[in-house]
Every structure is written in structure tokens, then in C-alpha cells.
């Protein structure tokens, strides 16, 4: 089996020294891509130099992410185009994130609309990330929709209403994590309503490490984990998600 991690920071100081082990175990357990989101410049340096030990099994993104949107924001957008030469294969991570502070609401929300034009100018899907924020990001995919956008929301903790509100806005795919693998967690209810082939395996590693390696530091060997209770929950063969995942990321990503 064949799988794909479409979400996993391994340039993170969780793994320092241990990237290239972590990529090992992840092609032994079948996970044989990976998607690397950027989050801000502070690690795109280290971000890009990982990608390019590893050439056809990581694959780098660009942008920034929301919670390093601040007073500087401006600044940390214009960085972006020293790497504009780079091979990347999406716009993101981005998006807004509400829980940790309001504080640059605002700011957020330009800059989101500043990275959906890029990614539509650049023919690129993108890594949206939605932290109580459901309700701007909706609004400002409306105002977006003559963009032609496609992408994914990573780490979805959504509803199926929220889900068939997002077909409408565009060509999306929802990222399922370890949160899956969790006692009475709510996707495990919605995903049974989403269609097969709009759904993505992640882990986000470092974080949000499925059960029952819960506590200890996530990696994309992991993804198999998040694939066996996918099946479980959908009532499918593991070798079907493991296809099926695998054909929608080759299919929004292009890899």
C-alpha cells in the first residue's frame, strides 16, 4: 500500500537531527510523499534545504501562516519572494486563526486574501488552515470565488453543512488527522458523510498524534494509523483509502 502525510512539519525543532531517520520510517510504513507546509521566514531557510535532501518524497510549500501575522506582516509577506525561484507545489500554509488572538484580525484577513490571488495567479492549490474562524474564511472564499481556487482545509473540524458549503466556493478537499483516532471526536461522525474522493490523510506532525501513540511526538509513519480507523469508521478496506487518499493527492497537488 501507497500512502500520502499532505500535511507534516519535519523541518520543525521536534526532529532536529532525526529528519532524515523520520523520512526512513515514514517510506518503510508506505508513505512514500510527503507535503511540507511553510509557516513563516523564521523556518523557511530549513524548510527548503530538508525538501532538497529528499527530492520526490518531500515537497515544500510557500506562505505564511496565520499565527505569525502580525505588525510586521507586510515585511514577512514581501520575504516570500526570495524564494519565488523555488519549486514549490502550494500556496500555504494560510488562513486564519481566531483561538490563540484577535488581535490582527484584520491583518489576517488581507493577508489570506493576498495569498489566494497568488495561489491563483501561480495555478497552485492551497493549505488552509481554520482555527475558529469558519465563518471570515467562508465570507472571504465567497468574495474569492471568481479565483477559481482549489486546496484543501487542513486538520478539518468541520461539519458535513460546512463541507458542502465549501463544494460550492471551489474544488476542495478536507485533511484527516489523528484527531480521528480520538475518543468522541466530532469527525468521526461528519467524515462518514464526505465523499471518497475529497478527503486527504495528514498528521501535522508534530502534532496531534494519533492514538496510540498519543504523547509522544507525531511522524508521518503514522499516517497508516489514521488510514486503519478511516476504514474502520467508513466500513472500507484500508487498501482503498490507502489508493483512494493517495489518487486525491496526486490529483490537487500534481505530484
Known amino acids: 500500500m501507497e500512502f500520502t502525510d499532505t500535511h507534516t512539519h519535519l523541518y520543525d ?17 508506505g508513505v512514500t510523499k510527503m507535503i511540507v507546509p511553510d509557516i513563516d521566514s523564521g523556518t523557511r531557510e530549513a524548510m527548503f534545504a530538508l ?24 515585511e514577512e509577506l514581501a520575504r516570500i519572494s526570495q524564494w519565488k525561484d523555488k519549486k514549490i ?10 483561538y490563540w488572538s484577535r488581535e490582527f484580525m484584520k491583518e489576517q484577513e488581507e493577508v489570506l486574501r493576498i495569498q489566494l490571488r497568488m495561489a491563483s495567479e501561480a495555478d497552485l492549490p492551497v493549505i488552509i488552515h481554520s482555527r475558529e474562524a469558519t465563518e471570515p474564511i467562508l465570507r472571504i472564499l465567497k468574495e474569492c470565488r471568481s479565483l477559481g481556487l482549489r486546496g484543501v482545509f487542513h486538520a478539518f473540524s468541520g461539519s458535513a453543512e460546512t463541507f458542502r458549503e465549501l463544494e460550492r466556493l471551489g474544488d476542495w478537499y478536507i485533511g484527516i488527522g489523528g484527531v480521528l483516532t480520538y475518543k468522541n471526536a466530532s469527525i468521526a461522525q461528519t467524515v462518514k458523510e464526505i465523499p471518497p474522493d475529497r ?22 509513519s503514522y499516517i ?17 483509502i490507502a489508493a483512494r487518499t493517495t489518487e486525491n493527492a496526486q490529483k490537487l497537488f500534481m505530484i
Do not use: Q
Open 13 to 29: 525543532e521536534a526532529f532536529a537531527g532525526e529528519e532524515g531517520k523520520a523520512v526512513e520510517r515514514a517510506v518503510s510504513a
Open 51 to 74: 525538501a532538497e535532501r529528499h527530492t520526490g518524497v518531500l515537497f515544500p510549500c510557500l506562505g505564511l501562516h496565520p499565527t505569525s501575522v502580525g505588525a510586521d506582516w507586510e
Open 89 to 98: 507545489w502550494a500556496i500555504g500554509e494560510i488562513g486564519m486563526d481566531l
Open 199 to 220: 478527503i486527504l490523510l495528514e498528521t501535522d506532525s508534530p502534532y496531534l498524534t494519533p492514538v496510540p501513540h498519543r504523547g509522544k511526538r507525531n511522524e508521518s
Open 224 to 240: 497508516p494509523v489514521i488510514a486503519s480507523r478511516l476504514a474502520e469508521i467508513t466500513g472500507t478496506d484500508i487498501g482503498e
